[in-house]
């Protein structure tokens, strides 16, 4: 949304609030504008865009202004430092009617839902925000095999992995009869919401597999977990 499309917001009284608006008045507490952000990140409709409009009465829509944009676009930034994962917003100055209105847009985001404040992790004595990678993997870990692979991770196990009619890494069904491929010292590398990304100790290579074809087993030979990984299609 442009400078030019908000500031024609302003000209005709398209400031009504609504799902996708919010007006207020200077003075508007830190964490009400971070609320009313928070909201909006995770409501808006994929490939639109909501405003919170500083400098407006809330009621009439009447143009106050506010007395100092900067120090306003400053401390209104710093106050979202808290949202987790991080809210991406655009934020304007707009000259109208004599006066500055700043309008806080928000786009649509990916990365839903948000939380006005944020996420702890203990790190040693002491507590502190979560970065927001280790947010997408708390997350993450309340899907049962997710939740298993970041812990092999943090933990740098050992694991088997075989495949089941399968060339592991290679994304393509088995041509042929039976096969079964077994990779005896790996590493789970990396994990998000559709892959597993493992780190062969052998060949150092590291290779991608979606978790839709992976499932957890235990190799009894080395009383290690094992991972099963079916072909595509399987």
Do not use: W
């Not at 944009?69 to 934020?91: G, N």
């Not at 993450?140 to 890494?169: M, P």
């Amino acid at each position: 949304m442009t400078e030019a499309q908000l500031i024609e917001m302003l000209r005709t009284g398209q400031t009504h609030e609504s799902s996708a608006i919010e007006r207020k008045p200077d003075g508007f507490k830190d964490r009400e504008a971070r609320k009313v952000i928070v909201a909006f990140a995770n409501s808006t409709p994929e490939g639109q865009a909501a405003v919170l409009f500083i400098g407006l009465d809330d009621k009439t829509g009447q143009v106050l202004g506010v007395a100092n944009a900067d120090a306003l676009q400053s401390r209104y930034s710093k106050v979202l430092e808290e949202c987790y994962p991080s809210i991406t917003v655009h934020m304007h100055a707009l000259a109208f009617e004599g006066k500055i209105v700043v309008a806080i847009v928000v786009p649509a985001s990916s990365r839903k839902p948000h939380f006005a404040g944020g996420a702890y992790i203990r790190e040693g004595s002491r507590s502190v925000l979560a970065s927001d990678k280790l947010y997408d993997e708390l997350i993450l870990s309340r899907h049962d095999v997710v939740r298993e692979l970041l812990k092999y991770k943090r933990a740098h196990t050992f694991l088997s992995v075989r495949g089941i009619n399968y060339k592991l890494g290679s994304q393509k069904p088995f041509q042929g009869g039976a096969y079964v491929e077994e990779i005896p010292d790996t590493k789970v590398e990396d994990c998000n919401g559709f892959s597993v990304t493992l780190y062969r100790l052998d060949s150092q290579v590291s290779f991608s597999e979606s978790l839709k074809r992976v499932s957890i087993s235990f190799d009894n030979k080395k009383s290690r977990p094992m991972l099963l990984i079916t072909a595509p299609g399987r």
